[in-house]
């Protein structure tokens, strides 16, 4: 009998200490919490933190300074002001109807050139409303334009930017191995060829 009383008593030593521990950390945590975020609530604090998240617009790796010389030097009449705005209205057509669409910003991230065509990387950051919240995306564009030989004939020698397949016809509008559409249809003229979330 004595030795239960002896356990019993431990036992309950135990979770007392448990408890006392238990109610400090608590009283540590929201003593904290009360001080550097203004609440006792900690949920509060992560409701608000997502709801922070969810207000800032995606972060985004403009590397116009870089890339507005190149392209200007390729292009000299190319209206960075224009190539914006056209951004803007293609991811508009492309996200479709979205409740209080907006895009942010819009950045020049990359420029690539082959022996076909010239490709302007763009990233772009946009939110809108669905089920009463803000949601944030950042998006990668492709900005493309297609080079015409010296002889005035379509250059032919390309391949698919998405999965790398040969395209033997300028005539083709989608990839034959992957159903991407392609660059070709552009005919000198710049394009939006590849709209993604990035």
């Known amino acids: 009998m004595t030795g239960i009383s002896v356990f019993l008593a431990i036992f309950l030593a135990v979770l007392l200490f448990l408890f006392c521990l238990f109610l400090y950390i608590r009283y540590r945590i929201r003593r904290f919490s009360n001080e550097v975020f203004g609440t006792e609530d900690v949920r509060q604090v992560f409701e608000n933190i997502e709801t922070t998240e969810q207000e800032k617009p995606k972060s985004l790796n403009g590397m116009d300074m870089l890339y507005l010389?190149?392209?200007?030097?390729?292009?000299?009449?190319?209206?960075?002001?224009?190539a914006d705005n056209y951004a803007k209205e293609a991811l508009k057509k492309h996200v479709g109807k979205k409740e209080g669409f907006h895009v942010h910003n819009v950045v020049i991230a990359g420029y690539e050139k082959t022996?076909?065509?010239y490709n302007i990387i763009m990233q772009a950051a946009a939110e809108w409303k669905e089920q009463g919240k803000k949601v944030q995306?950042?998006?990668?564009?492709?900005?493309?334009?297609?080079?015409?030989a010296s002889s005035g004939e379509e250059v032919v020698a390309a391949n698919c930017p998405n999965c790398g397949g040969a395209i033997e016809s300028l005539s083709w509008e989608v990839c034959?191995?992957?159903d991407?559409?392609?660059?070709?249809?552009?005919?000198?003229?710049?394009?939006?060829?590849q709209i993604r979330e990035g």
């Open 176 to 178: 034959p191995y992957c």
């Open 137 to 148: 995306k950042r998006f990668i564009l492709h900005y493309s334009y297609l080079i015409k």
């Open 115 to 117: 022996s076909v065509e």
């Open 69 to 82: 010389p190149q392209i200007q030097k390729d292009f000299p009449d190319f209206n960075p002001t224009m």
């Open 180 to 193: 991407s559409r392609l660059v070709n249809v552009l005919k000198n003229s710049w394009k939006f060829t």
